[in-house]
């Protein structure tokens, strides 16, 4: 089965940039969507297809994949930031949805 | 506006079963795949099942295949997760998620989620 790869978290201070990677095996291949979710909260979306980004979620936020890696980037980041985030793909080898194991990103 | 409500969650013991709900409204619900997602306490999120628009396709995690059962009544605008043989690592926060129509769609409205405890 697919597998993606997170780092378990990544800290970074108020107004520098927070960059979070998801590794799979030619992930560039495939549609990363990245999901945030905060302590208690149900996950919300926050970059579909690689780099787009839905109504309401900050242009600070944005997204790239090709080849092995996909990053989401958070610019000028916020103490509002701080959350888990999640990568996730379709593996339609298996039709199955995949998540990555989520980094915790720390506000300094 | 878009909302999902899950309902049927609780304390189920070891090799029982359970049927989670989840009620959809201010969208067409019979346009949209529906997904179940689930998250252990403390852990990540790792996606359970989905359905296809008309109820005519399904799929599976491994972990739950031949166990569990994603359902819809379009007429309604609800989505099920028949849950049997239930274990241990099954406990968790159960959520549904909406993707359009096709394969590899985001998952764009979660709802708030259902806790499912598997214990004796």
């Known amino acids: 089965s697919y597998v993606l790869t997170q780092p378990p978290s990544v800290s970074v201070a108020p107004g520098k940039t927070a960059r979070i990677t998801c590794g799979g095996n030619?992930?560039?291949?495939?549609?990363v969507h990245w999901y945030q979710q905060k302590p208690g909260q149900a996950p919300v979306l926050v970059i579909y297809?690689?780099?787009d980004r839905p109504s309401g979620i900050p242009e600070r936020f944005s997204g790239s994949n090709s080849g092995n890696t996909a990053t989401l980037t958070i610019s000028r980041v916020e103490a509002g930031d701080e959350a888990d985030y999640y990568c996730?793909?379709?593996?339609?080898?298996?039709?199955?949805?995949?998540f990555g194991g989520g980094t915790k990103l720390t506000v300094l | 506006e878009v909302q999902l409500v899950e309902s049927g969650g609780g304390l189920v013991q070891p090799g029982g079963s359970l049927r989670l709900s989840c009620a959809a409204s201010g969208f067409t619900f019979s346009s949209y795949w529906m997904h179940w997602v689930r998250q252990a306490p403390g852990k990540g999120l790792v996606w359970v099942s989905r359905?296809?628009?008309?109820?005519?396709?399904?799929s599976y995690a491994d972990s739950v295949k031949g166990r569990f059962t994603i359902s819809r009544d379009n007429a309604k605008n609800t989505l099920y997760l028949q849950m049997n043989s239930l274990r241990a690592e099954d406990t968790a926060v159960y959520y549904c998620a909406r993707s359009d129509s096709y394969s590899g769609s985001q998952l764009d409205y979660w709802g708030q989620g259902t806790l499912v405890t598997v214990s004796s």
């Open positions: 030619n992930i560039g291949s495939k549609s």
């Open positions: 996730q793909v379709w593996d339609s080898s298996s039709d199955q949805g995949v």
């Open positions: 297809y690689d780099s």
């Open positions: 359905i296809n628009s008309d109820g005519s396709s399904t």
